[in-house]
């Protein structure tokens, strides 16, 4: 008997050798409460939040399976993987579909995000260049780096998705910050920026997206039409208050004054019900994560998986900041998930993988004194 | 490629990135620690702001209609209720332009054309969110049709609501009256807090005691979401449900007298004598008031206002028209209380009066005259010149008088509004219609309740139960009673103060007398009205012109066209000496009163005293309209 359970015990820790626990941990409680916010927001509905638990199970699985991959292992198959992402990103400008582009590509199951794929496959493109070349990157090195982060952005951009686009370049960007960009390109960026935001704003941008940079700038100009969803999402947040009013309490949410509640804006739905306490527990969540990612990384073995980690690390920490800022009219309304919290599926799987590579440089750390 | 690789320099590159890491690491921290603090700002500093605005959102205050008051007979039967129905609403914001879904909604629901008509005109002053009644009391069919199809027209709704019923709509017409949907003239007389009701008395009853009636809309706080749509109730502010009435109106009396009219026009009041309570009030032609609750037909309404017998007249309170020899009861009593006359005073009746130095004859209705006839004689065989006399010596000032005295020239009390207060003829009177003076002749004819006077069938039978009560002229009254609520006891109206037409019972001992040989007296002008009655009848007949400047007063009115005729008048009270009935009846082209408004009194006696209804009628109530339909209680609220 003890033999058997020994044995078993012996499976499972060979097993769950390559997860860090610390990290999965923190990933499974933002998990549940995402599951428990799901339920509430999906008006007590458990088919939404079964679908979301599948997919959670998916990612998980992907992630468990990343995490025992060698990063060697993995770095050699990087420009495969980065080439083989853009193949359905480019076939998505033909045959995709969705509401303001097309977004998504319909595989009969499902629905695929090929852009999602991006945001795991690009980072580690321009860490394994990054990696080959010496640092800090010189000028030569930070331009081909800049067209490996360009190429797919700007081919989202093109769907167009703005936010995707967005939070894949900054990707690729955190790998360039780490790696050591002397700091002059970040001042040279932010000036090209400023300089290209006039053209952009008469040429590139849609009219949605215009009227969703004016509509932050003055929310209350429109409150029935642009403006409506952030001043009822202001109104979900600012009634919880500190405690919050309940588990399925949320009036705003039950009421379908939240628009988007189970996805974009679930957080609102989250601060609605369970207030400012619900959302500092889930923010230090958020930063546990992004901290433990970069703890991995600085502990990495080689420049590769020290620049992957720390910036998916990075990147999920965007993702936190970008939505929550954007419900509570900080930021602009840029579509960008919640981590783990918003309904989605392509989003959660990609995100678990990604934190699955962590999880394998983690795994395949040098031993101390090393 | 080698020579690059080999300038990499791992220690100073993982130093690097360490420090860069340590440097993203407190980006990051700053970057929540601001987005905590920018959510503590709305959730702690501002959340008294978003709680209220949250609140504001969800919600909303509902109307509570309550259900109109009842309307009860004297015995408690229900004259006016109220039945579950359904309307379809427009909201014209979410219906969008009607030539859209009209035409396929006509085929759902059948809607007439002047339904359309009002509910587009309706909508060109209603602002676009609020509902609109497109088609009231729709049939359960309707309604299960249009519920499958409902999907299909956004922004309109099948609304429940308490639809008005007259159980005997036409019987009760010019008594209780009708409430009619609320229009933009109601609106503003009803003031913004009773906005939420759809209908309002429009005549009768129903208009005069709207308020009582119609109680006080509640509200309900109702929790709603992002499309209005009601999910629940929070809290609620209870209506208070209108007031039921009980009128002192005898259905089965009610009934007898119309019956007794048969085809004839005209207008007929019964009153208690000794407390002014009327029981029974009939003006004829009527109409069904059930027409007019929903808005009536053009079709319908055409056909009522071009009907020369105008049968949406109400006769006893809007009409009247000179009394002729029903006033001389009164101008008798003028007589005994002026002093002017003993009751056994004699005056010589020659078949024709003359104003001394004056050639025009006025005329008795014998052409021999009655010879010397006392005051009792003089009513009994009606004799005009008596009374010719009388009224010369009295003068036209004195006589108007007395006149007012017997509440002739005043509203009687009814509780109906626009009561017309009619004309005693008086120096006043001719001076405001006219720049003529007064002349003698005109007291003359004064006298014999023709001329200037105007008398309504209320006060006839207010003047004559004052004479049958020993002189209490009483105000009168429809309503007996009122309860706040299906609960609550009934509580009497206040009886208001009646005032004395005389101060000398013998001088109303006398005038009965009189009254009573009119009807059981040898030469009494109403001898067959009286005839196998086992109860005595005091009353007193009268006919007037209608076309009173022409022709000569005793020419035959049957000679004349139909509608020339004159107009016959009956007014008695029974049983004569301890008299629990008075009635007035007067009967439009109806030629003598003794033969056409005496048998209608006749008929109010014997189904009151004896409880005898005319042949050819039960007594079991089935002429009420829908009469299967279970009356609804008065307490439920329009929407549940």
């Not at chain 1, 967005?166 to 700091?183: D, E, K, N, Q, T």
């Not at chain 1, 080689?302 to 009219?329: H, Q």
């Not at chain 2, 009655?370 to 036209?396: C, F, P, W």
């Not at chain 2, 009619?422 to 720049?435: E, L, Q």
């Amino acid at each position: 008997m003890t033999i058997i359970l020994r044995w078993l015990l012996d499976l499972l820790v060979r097993f769950t050798r390559t997860l860090d626990l610390p990290l999965l941990g923190a990933l499974l409680a933002l998990m549940v409460i995402g599951l428990a916010v799901l339920y509430s927001a999906g008006g007590q509905s458990t088919s939404l939040v079964f679908a979301q638990g599948a997919r959670f199970a998916v990612g998980l699985a992907a992630m468990w399976g990343l995490s025992r991959l060698p990063p060697n292992q993995l770095r050699n198959w990087t420009p495969w993987i980065y080439g083989a992402s853009l193949v359905p990103l480019l076939a998505v400008l033909f045959i995709g579909e969705g509401r303001h582009g097309a977004h998504w590509i319909n595989l009969g199951v499902f629905y695929f995000q090929p852009s999602e794929l991006l945001k795991l496959s690009l980072p580690m493109m321009v860490a394994w260049y990054l990696n080959r070349q010496a640092l800090p990157p010189r000028f030569s090195t930070v331009l081909i780096a800049a067209v490996l982060i360009g190429a797919p952005t700007a081919l989202i951009l093109l769907q167009p998705d703005f936010g995707t686009a967005m939070l894949v370049g900054i990707s690729g960007a955190f790998v360039l910050y780490l790696a050591g960009l002397p700091w002059w390109w970040f001042g040279a960026a932010l000036g090209a920026v400023a300089a290209a935001a006039p053209a952009a704003w008469f040429w590139l941008l849609r009219p949605y997206q215009k009227d969703r940079i004016l509509t932050f700038l003055d929310p209350e100009s429109d409150p029935l039409g642009a403006g409506w969803n952030i001043i009822q999402s202001k109104i979900a947040i600012g009634g919880g208050g500190m405690t919050g009013k309940g588990w399925g309490d949320g009036t705003q949410a039950h009421l379908n004054y939240i628009p988007e509640h189970t996805t974009d804006f679930i957080f609102a739905v989250l601060s609605e019900e369970f207030g400012w306490v619900g959302v500092v527990v889930t923010l230090a969540l958020y930063l546990f994560v992004v901290g433990r990612c970069l703890w991995i990384a600085a502990a990495a073995r080689d420049g590769f998986s020290r620049l992957v980690s720390g910036a998916l690390g990075l990147a999920f920490c965007v993702y936190v900041i970008v939505n929550g800022g954007m419900i509570a009219g900080m930021l602009p309304v840029v579509g960008v998930p919640m981590p783990l919290l918003s309904y989605g599926g392509t989003a959660a799987v990609s995100l678990l993988a990604g934190l699955g590579v962590v999880m394998a440089v983690r795994a395949h750390r040098p031993v101390h004194g090393h | 490629m080698r020579t690059r690789r080999l300038l990499k320099n791992s220690a100073a590159e993982a130093e690097q990135f360490r420090r860069r890491a340590a440097l993203a690491f407190l980006g990051v921290v700053v970057a929540l620690a601001g987005l905590a603090f920018w959510y503590f700002r709305l959730q702690v500093w501002q959340h008294e702001d978003y709680v209220t605005r949250s609140e504001q959102n969800r919600i909303k205050l509902r109307p509570v209609v309550p259900g109109r008051g009842l309307i009860y007979d004297r015995e408690g039967r229900i004259l006016a209720d109220n039945v579950p129905a359904f309307r379809l609403e427009v909201t014209p914001n979410e219906a969008g332009d009607p030539e859209r879904w009209l035409p396929s909604l006509a085929r759902v629901v059948e809607l007439s054309p002047e339904e359309i008509e009002t509910f587009l005109e309706t909508r060109r002053v209603t602002p676009g969110f609020k509902p609109i009644p497109l088609k009231m009391r729709i049939e359960p069919d309707e309604v299960s049709r249009f519920a499958v199809d409902q999907w299909r027209y956004p922004g309109i709704e099948i609304v429940p609501y308490l639809n008005r019923r007259y159980l005997h709509g036409p019987l009760f017409a010019h008594v209780v009256g009708y409430v009619g949907r609320v229009d933009a003239q109601d609106v503003e007389t009803m003031g913004e807090g009773n906005a939420a009701f759809s209908h309002t008395g429009k005549t009768g009853l129903e208009r005069s005691y709207e308020e009582a009636l119609r109680g006080q809309v509640g509200y309900e706080k109702v929790e709603t979401n992002v499309d209005g749509r009601p999910m629940g109730v929070v809290g609620r502010v209870p209506a208070v449900p209108g007031a039921d009435l009980r009128l002192s109106i005898d259905l089965d009396l009610q009934r007898a007298m119309v019956a007794a009219f048969g085809e004839k026009e005209g207008s007929a009041v019964a009153v208690d004598p000794r407390t002014g309570q009327v029981l029974a009030m009939v003006s004829l032609p009527s109409y069904d008031t059930n027409l007019f609750v929903n808005g009536i037909s053009h079709a319908d309404y055409n056909a009522l206002t071009e009907n020369p017998s105008r049968p949406l007249f109400n006769r006893n309170v809007l009409g009247g028209g000179p009394p002729g020899s029903t006033v001389k009861p009164m101008v008798g009593l003028a007589g005994l209380d002026s002093g002017l006359r003993d009751a056994d005073d004699t005056t010589l009746s020659t078949g024709e009066f003359r104003i001394p130095g004056q050639a025009r004859g006025y005329r008795d209705s014998h052409r021999g005259g009655h010879g010397m006839v006392d005051l009792r004689e003089s009513i009994a065989q009606s004799v005009n010149t008596y009374y010719y006399k009388l009224a010369l010596e009295m003068g036209i000032d004195a006589f108007a008088g007395y006149m007012a005295r017997y509440g002739f020239g005043e509203r009687t009390g009814i509780d109906l509004a626009g009561e017309n207060a009619g004309v005693v003829p008086s120096r006043d009177y001719k001076r405001s219609i006219s720049t003529e003076p007064w002349y003698p002749g005109e007291t003359v004819i004064s006298g014999i309740g023709q001329g200037y006077w105007v008398a309504t069938a209320l006060q006839l039978v207010r003047a004559t139960a004052a004479i049958a009560n020993g002189g209490d002229l009483h105000p009168l009254r429809l309503v007996e009673a009122r309860r706040d609520g299906y609960q609550a006891p009934w509580q009497p109206l206040p009886q208001r103060t009646a005032s004395r037409i005389t101060d000398n019972p013998e001088h109303l001992r006398a005038v009965h007398e009189g009254m009573v040989a009119t009807v059981h007296g040898p030469r009494g002008t109403a001898r067959a009205t009286g005839a196998g009655a086992p109860y005595k009848i005091a009353g007193k007949t009268g006919t007037s012109q209608r076309s009173s400047r022409k022709g000569n007063i005793s020419s035959d009115p049957r000679s004349l066209p139909y509608h020339l005729r004159h107009t016959g008048l009956f007014v008695g009270y029974a049983p004569a000496e301890a008299p629990t009935i008075a009635v007035a009846v007067v009967i439009e082209h109806g030629g003598y009163g003794g033969t056409a408004a005496a048998p209608i009194a006749r008929a109010a006696f014997d189904a009151w005293l004896l409880g005898k209804m005319p042949e050819g009628m039960d007594d079991t109530g089935a002429d009420a309209e829908g009469a299967g339909e279970a009356p609804a209680a008065s307490a439920p609220e329009a929407t549940p």
